[in-house]
């Protein structure tokens, strides 16, 4: 599979459903792998920061991925193996290659951050040299303390282990940066949703949007045609109001209940620290969810 021919489009960062006690639901979880792989998504992103990795162990995460690939029919699978070490992250990836995954996404470590620029660099090839899978950076400096420097993404840009970056910063001066410094076929995703449609108007590969989750069918309609007037009332009319509800309470707990209503999943039920949207927020989102899904 060309990996970097495949994921141009829209990826789902999925929500990791659990039942009402806090366990894994892998039958709603098979489900809503289904419900996006046949409305038109391009990858599948299990074990991101929409699906709460971080409140996984790590038999939770493998299995997540496990459920993820035996229903993905094809479609790419993208393993989150987030990690503050190396060899965590190394151990994480050997698991999801062997479960079936096609590419792994790599955040910086995270609590202790990178002193200068080379030591994000070097975190990264050193995770390359053992790494069973192709790495797609992920940049989400509003979790890891710091964001992966454009030079540093240039630098891995032209080394084959490495087939793209995730940007999930919101700083759109980064991502365009990125799109003149760095050559194809090194992809560049945007991570957030209300900036999926200018990017795809710059040269954007495609996105992994938390809402795409809910509404795939429409980011698949918008990325298949960033260029047409349909798809700028997409994003104005369906993704951005739903948008910044949910990140004002944030994604996974928004997501879930979002996808709750649909009837998608069968609760929206998060570990804490995270809590579920409370009625108000909730009654909020369903009016959006279905404005968005009427247009």
């Known amino acids: 599979m060309d990996l970097q021919t495949a994921l141009r489009g829209v990826t789902p960062p999925l929500v990791t459903p659990f039942t009402a006690d806090g366990s894994l639901d892998e039958t709603a979880l098979s489900e809503l792998v289904s419900f996006v792989v046949d409305r038109g998504v391009s990858g599948l992103f299990p074990c991101g920061t929409t699906g709460e990795f971080a409140s996984l162990t790590f038999d939770e995460r493998l299995q997540t991925i496990e459920t993820t690939v035996s229903h993905a029919e094809g479609v790419p699978v993208l393993a989150g193996v987030a990690s503050p070490n190396v060899h965590d992250t190394v151990a994480q990836i050997t698991a999801a290659a062997d479960a079936g995954a096609d590419?792994?996404?790599?955040?910086?470590?995270?609590?202790?951050?990178?002193?200068?620029?080379q030591g994000n660099q070097a975190y990264f090839e050193q995770?390359?040299?053992?790494?069973?899978?192709?790495?797609?950076?992920?940049?989400?400096?509003?979790?890891?303390?710091?964001?992966?420097?454009?030079?540093?993404?240039?630098?891995?840009?032209?080394?084959?282990?490495?087939?793209?970056?995730?940007?999930?910063?919101?700083?759109?001066?980064?991502?365009s940066q990125l799109l003149r410094q760095t050559a194809d076929p090194f992809l560049l995703l945007q991570g957030f949703d209300n900036l999926l449609l200018p990017s795809l108007r710059i040269g954007a590969d495609g996105g992994i949007h938390a809402l795409s989750n809910v509404l795939p069918s429409v980011f698949a309609e918008l990325a298949g045609a960033p260029q047409s007037d349909r798809a700028a009332e997409l994003q104005q009319t369906s993704i951005a109001p739903l948008f910044e509800t949910c990140l004002?309470?944030?994604?996974?707990?928004?997501?879930?209940?979002?996808?709750?209503?649909?009837?998608?999943?069968?609760?929206?039920?998060?570990?804490?620290?995270?809590?579920?949207?409370?009625?108000?927020?909730?009654?909020?989102i369903t009016a959006l969810v279905d404005q968005a899904t009427s247009i």
């Open 127 to 175: 995770v390359a040299a053992d790494s069973e899978l192709p790495l797609l950076l992920y940049n989400i400096p509003s979790c890891t303390g710091a964001p992966i420097d454009p030079e540093t993404v240039v630098a891995l840009s032209t080394q084959e282990q490495f087939i793209g970056l995730k940007d999930s910063s919101g700083d759109f001066g980064y991502f």
């Open 248 to 284: 004002s309470v944030g994604f996974a707990p928004a997501t879930k209940a979002a996808l709750s209503h649909r009837s998608v999943i069968p609760t929206d039920a998060v570990r804490p620290p995270l809590v579920e949207t409370d009625a108000e927020t909730a009654e909020t």
């Open 103 to 117: 590419v792994a996404v790599v955040t910086p470590p995270y609590f202790h951050t990178a002193n200068a620029p």
